[in-house]
């Protein structure tokens, strides 16, 4: 069965600095991997996902995360953060084509700071 | 209209209490879910839809029962209310390949059982 750690609950970063959000997975066949954003009192919004190919994904609000099969990782990314990025980051993972069941991690919240 | 809606957004109900929250879209999608959110936990699959006839248990389905009324509605039922099931509750549509694995959430139920 397939399972998600994110590995930082909170991080703090100041505006136009860069953040990385850190997910693993477990999973003993191929997976299809998800990151998910949660504004406040909103629900949740497809940031970018990995199905196959390239292995450096390029999402919305300028995000970006690259697949890791070694590491089993799949790692949140953006350049230079904005205070409106501030909000609940979930990275999910399905394993099979056809099964389209989501697991998702326990969320980092990300707070920026002026 | 939102293409998930969720009825009602917010609802405090008593320890015992029968209720229903309520799940439509409008994407056409087959494939319907039901999550709830819980801090630190993220999010947790309840029951889960493929059509009209098919209804599966999630991982914490206990507590809980469906009903899929039409490929456009999927309602979610707490048959006696507990405190412990107090939590934010999702209801997502899922598209077989044209989206390519694409997932649409509503806007979410707060829950809280007193």
């Known amino acids: 069965a397939q399972s998600v750690t994110q590995l930082d609950s909170q991080v703090p970063v100041f505006e136009e600095a860069p953040v990385e959000l850190r997910c693993n997975y477990s999973s003993s066949v191929s997976v299809y991997l998800f990151w998910y954003v949660q504004y406040p009192n909103q629900g949740l919004q497809l940031l970018l996902k990995y199905l196959s190919g390239s292995t450096l994904v390029k999402g919305i609000n300028g995000f970006e995360a690259e697949f890791n099969k070694s590491q089993t990782s799949f790692h949140l990314r953006k350049p230079s953060v904005h205070i409106s990025d501030t909000a609940e980051y979930f990275c999910a993972v399905t394993e099979e084509p056809n099964d389209y069941k989501l697991s998702f991690g326990a969320g980092t919240t990300v707070t920026v700071r002026a | 209209d939102a293409d998930v809606t969720q009825t009602p957004r917010n609802r405090i109900t008593k320890t015992g209490k029968r209720i229903m929250l309520e799940c439509s879209q409008t994407?056409?999608?087959?494939?319907m879910y039901w999550y709830r959110q819980d801090p630190g936990l993220g999010l947790r699959l309840i029951y889960y839809?493929?059509?009209?006839?098919?209804?599966n248990k999630g991982e914490i389905s206990d507590g809980y029962s469906v009903s899929r009324q039409a490929q456009a509605k999927f309602s979610l039922s707490l048959e006696s209310a507990i405190p412990n099931q107090t939590a934010l509750y999702f209801c997502a549509t899922s598209d077989e390949g044209t989206e390519g694995y694409g997932y649409t959430f509503g806007s979410g139920t707060r829950l809280t059982v007193v």
């Open positions: 994407k056409g999608h087959d494939r």
């Open positions: 839809s493929f059509d009209v006839k098919d209804i």
